[in-house]
């Protein structure tokens, strides 16, 4: 149980497109959904965290305009980055966690490689 | 300000040996810390989870202490394996416990 998916895991775009990222939880309803980055040889960095059916909270020095985040459903969110440009190029991991968890125990999706050209 | 910190350097151990990861924090008072495993190209996935009034907690190979008065945690892995190579991160609830921070990570290789 508490498998969360991530669509695509890899996308190479072009400088300027903006690219969408779904980020699943199979067999459990996310109440809460965290969206990170991580550069090569770096640690994950939250960018955002977002509540099903509300406005997503974001990290400091993180452009909500430029991340756009939507969690419409319990087991769907959606990160996208708009006007994508090289330095964007990242690792983005999603987690969810569901209410009444232990220790708000987060579950980790496998990740989305993107490449901006 | 906070930090938390693991050694950068990679480390190598020979199969079959102990491997001993440490993360240091400075600045939080986490109510617990959490152990990933990461490999390369995928997402953390979870290990072990210890509380503020734990010492300690095992999980098969793996045991993980707490000390709050040290601000520091050990992750042990015993009988180590090559299968076990990876990075492996330490995370703290923050912001009321609704966050994670996370470490730099080590990353562990064990050789044959």
């Known amino acids: 149980g508490a498998v969360v998916s991530q669509h695509p895991s890899r996308v190479i775009c072009k400088s300027g497109t903006s690219v969408k990222i779904e980020c699943r939880s199979l067999?459990?309803?996310?109440?809460?959904m965290f969206w990170y980055r991580q550069f090569p040889k770096q640690s994950l960095m939250l960018m955002a965290t977002?509540?099903?059916?509300?406005?997503?909270?974001?990290e400091q020095g993180v452009e909500k305009d430029k991340f756009l985040i939507n969690h419409a459903s319990l087991t769907l969110s959606t990160l996208t980055v708009t006007s994508a440009h090289p330095e964007d190029s990242s690792f983005y991991i999603c987690?969810?966690?569901?209410?009444?968890?232990?220790?708000?125990?987060?579950?980790f999706g496998p990740g989305t490689r993107l490449t901006v050209l | 300000s906070q930090k938390i910190e693991q050694n950068s350097e990679a480390l190598n151990i020979q199969e079959g040996k102990t491997a001993t990861l440490t993360c240091n924090y400075t600045?939080?008072?986490?109510?617990?810390l959490q152990w990933y495993r990461q490999d390369p190209g995928r997402g953390p996935v979870f290990l072990l989870l210890?509380?503020?009034?734990?010492k300690e907690k095992r999980k098969e190979r793996l045991k993980v202490t707490f000390d709050t008065t040290l601000k520091q945690s050990l992750f042990h892995i015993t009988a180590s394996q090559p299968a076990d190579s990876a990075t492996y991160l330490c995370?703290?609830?923050?912001?009321?416990?609704?966050?994670?921070?996370f470490g730099t990570g080590t990353q562990l290789k064990v050789e044959l």
């Open positions: 977002s509540n099903e059916g509300s406005k997503a909270t974001y």
């Open positions: 987690s969810a966690r569901t209410s009444g968890g232990l220790y708000n125990e987060q579950f």
């Open positions: 210890i509380r503020e009034n734990e």
């Open positions: 600045n939080y008072s986490p109510a617990y």
């Open positions: 067999d459990f309803q996310a109440t809460t």
């Open positions: 995370a703290l609830t923050t912001g009321g416990g609704n966050k994670l921070t």
